[in-house]
């Protein structure tokens, strides 16, 4: 997971330390808007990804605003072909912000 989401442009994230989950920060406009759009509107090959926003996961949802939380919990090609999904939605979602 760690090596799939390095490789994706404007997404930054810290290694996990025993989770088998990273939040994700995002170049968009808001998590929940992007999150919603991947579902309803994204699609490539006749796939999608479903990502967690991030606002959810704080007390203060302000803090998670641009984040995704994503789970490493499929087998490794899975993994990466949503790695792949994440830049290729990222790339065509009209509410990136670099």
Known sequence: ??????????????????????????????????????VEEFRHEGESLVVAPGPGFYSDPSLGRTQVRVAAVLRESDLRRAMELLALGLAAYPGRTA
């Open 1 to 38: 997971l760690m090596d799939a989401v390095s490789k994706i442009e404007g997404v930054r994230t810290h290694r996990p330390e025993g989770a088998f989950y990273a939040m994700l920060d995002l170049p968009v406009d808001d998590a929940e808007t992007f999150a919603r759009w991947l």
